[in-house]
Structure formats: C-alpha cells, structure tokens
C-alpha cells in the first residue's frame, strides 16, 4: 500500500503560480512511476504529467499538450515527494489535482488513469481572470 497526500493548491489570479506537493508513504517511493491528473466540474479526470524511473533509461517526464512549456513535474526521492510546479496559470487550469502512483509491475500508458495503482484525495487550483 502507498499512501499519498496532496497539498499547496489554492486560489491564484491568471498568470500566477503554484506548486501542488505530494507526500508518499508506505512504500519505496523511488521505485514508484508517479502521476498528476486533474478533474474539473462536470468534465472527466485528465493527464496532466508524469515521471517515470528506469535503472536503465533514469528519469523521463511526460506532459499534457495542454500544460507543456508551463507545468513542471519533478520528485525528490530523499522526502518521498512528488511536486507540480505550475507556472502561467489559466482559469481553465482549474480543478482538483490528484497525485498518482504506480508500482514498477505495473504497465501501460502514463496517460491512462487505469495505469495507476494509487490516487491521493486531491487539492483544489481554482485560477481566477
């Protein structure tokens, strides 16, 4: 089992930033393919980012089209933590943020929700214009 706490998210005006953290606990985090995802108010929960790790390839990130160029994912292993740095903020960024976790056994897109083991209880970006 892996536990996994959001936090830092809040209100910020259009052109702000954010950085959501995310805690983990339970297991070896840095084994742990991770994830952020997103859900807005009437609209399915969607890719945000994600990093992978390899003892053969290291660290590989991937981002949304949406956030490329704006949102940074990034972890420190040595805190068991995921961070989301969100730069350039829009009010269409707005959302509750949930972390994600996947074990190594796991497959499948980084993109895809169903590739992912373990989910946090998320944190509300709301972005004003």
């Known amino acids: 089992q892996v536990q996994l706490v959001e936090s830092g998210g809040g209100l910020v005006q259009a052109g702000g930033s954010l950085r959501l953290s995310c805690a983990a606990a339970?297991?070896?985090?840095?084994?742990?393919?991770m994830g952020w995802f997103r859900q807005a108010p009437g609209k399915e929960r969607e890719f945000v980012a994600a990093i992978s790790v390899s003892r053969w390839s290291g660290t590989s990130t991937y981002y949304a089209d949406s956030v490329k160029g704006r949102f940074t994912i990034s972890r420190d292993n040595a805190k068991n933590t995921l961070y989301l740095q969100m730069n350039s903020l829009k009010p269409e960024d707005t959302a509750v943020y949930y972390c994600?976790?996947?074990?190594?056994?796991?497959?499948?897109?980084?993109?895809?929700?169903?590739?992912?083991?373990?989910w946090g209880q998320g944190t509300q970006v709301t972005v004003s214009s």
């Open positions: 994600a976790a996947r074990p190594p056994s796991y497959s499948g897109p980084y993109y895809l929700s169903d590739s992912y083991a373990y």
């Open positions: 339970g297991r070896t985090f840095s084994g742990y393919g």
